[in-house]
Each structure stands twice: as C-alpha cells, then as structure tokens.
C-alpha cells in the first residue's frame, strides 16, 4: 500500500499529473493539484513524481 502527498506550497497548477494519474485519485481544488480520491488507492507508480516540475509529490510505502 502506498500514500500519496502533495506539496501544496510548491505546486503551480498545470494539471499534467491529475490527467496522468492511473489511480484518478488527484484532481484540482483552487488551482493546484490535490488528492480527491482515497490516498490510500496510490498504485505507488510514481507517474505523478516524474510528471511534476516542481517535485511536489511524495510517495510513501506503508
């Protein structure tokens, strides 16, 4: 199982990691990329971590 996080401060709202996002647990909320599914459904890919230029993700393994 996997947690996903985002870094709130960092991110700049380019969407590139919501419409990657195989799990479709990320979404928009006020602009910026936010976890609106269960963060507990992370596929533990990374797709989002490779796809942010802003290194706002962090995946942990629980």
């Known amino acids: 199982m996997f ?3 985002i870094n709130q401060d960092k991110c700049v ?5 919501v419409d990657a996002c ?3 647990i990320l979404g928009m909320v006020d ?3 936010d976890v609106i ?3 507990a459904d992370c596929m ?3 797709t989002c971590v ?3 230029p802003n290194e706002c993700f962090t995946i ?3």
Do not use: I, Q, Y
């Open 3 to 5: 947690m996903v996080t």
């Open 13 to 17: 709202g380019c969407a590139s990691c």
């Open 22 to 24: 195989p799990a479709k």
């Open 31 to 33: 602009d910026k990329a």
């Open 37 to 39: 599914g269960d963060a």
């Open 44 to 46: 533990g890919c990374e």
């Open 50 to 52: 490779g796809l942010c």
């Open 60 to 62: 942990m393994e629980l």
